[in-house]
T-cell receptor
Framework: QKEVEQDPGPLSVPEGAIVSLNCTYSNSAFQYFMWYRQYSRKGPELLMYTYSSGNKEDGRFTAQVDKSSKYISLFIRDSQPSDSATYLCAMIRNTGTASKLTFGTGTRLQVTL | EAQVTQNPRYLITVTGKKLTVTCSQNMNHEYMSWYRQDPGLGLRQIYYSMNVEVTDKGDVPEGYKVSRKEKRNFPLILESPSPNQTSLYFC???????????FGSGTRLTVV
């Protein structure tokens, strides 16, 4: 079983829809949670970063962490065609002298006109 | 502009021919890492470095070498590439533990 599970999609939604992207994880040692966006032929770029359980909002994006359920979500409101990309969840656990960053496999999102 | 620069962007090589992919960051980041990205497997860490002269294995280090002689540079070396190392490679850097990475634009490597 993978440490981080993410539905690969693809997910296709019409412009203006609310998008929900999710990841589950099995290791309770994960402390930091991130969402990256990756456009085709580009490197991932950091979108949202959270530490604690609860919600964090940044413009049209909301990141949600539920540590008790080992579940994180990214919501995109009023989705735009420019949001079409692959979204990767990522999590960090610190092992004392090092930190290990583990990625989900990514969900491909297509926002259509 | 703050960035991570990888070269080359695309590389086709033959089995067994040594190659180096360069990575440089201009943000004075302590932490650097190499990942490979494969369909269905996502991003997997190859090697990481917490500071100059300090490197350690990630999840898939076999067949790769790295060095960190200067803070800004972290080259990835394939001494004897094989076709199963055909992949998309990313270099990334971070200010420290528990902080998000800045990624380079990637190097698409094909080994024939």
């Amino acid at each position: 079983q993978k440490e981080v599970e993410q539905d690969p999609g693809p997910l296709s939604v019409p412009e203006g829809a609310i998008v929900s992207l999710n990841c589950t994880y099995s290791n309770s040692a994960f402390q930091y949670f991130m969402w990256y966006r990756q456009y085709s032929r580009k490197g991932p770029e950091l979108l949202m970063y959270t530490y604690s359980s609860g919600n964090k909002e940044d413009g049209r994006f909301t990141a949600q962490v539920d540590k008790s359920s080992k579940y994180i979500s990214l919501f995109i409101r009023d989705s735009q065609p420019s949001d079409s990309a692959t979204y990767l969840c990522a999590m960090i656990r610190n092992t004392g002298t090092a930190s290990k960053l583990t990625f989900g496999t990514g969900t491909r999102l297509q926002v259509t006109l | 502009e703050a960035q991570v620069t990888q070269n080359p962007r695309y590389l086709i090589t033959v089995t067994g021919k040594k190659l180096t992919v360069t990575c440089s960051q201009n943000m004075n980041h302590e932490y650097m890492s190499w990942y490979r990205q494969d369909p269905g497997l996502g991003l997997r860490q190859i090697y990481y470095s917490m500071n100059v002269e300090v490197t350690d294995k990630g999840d898939v280090p076999e067949g790769y070498k790295v060095s960190r002689k200067e803070k800004r540079n972290f080259p990835l070396i394939l001494e004897s590439p094989s076709p199963n190392q055909t992949s998309l490679y990313f270099c990334a850097s971070s200010l420290g533990l528990g902080i998000g990475y800045t990624f380079g634009s990637g190097t698409r490597l094909t080994v024939v």
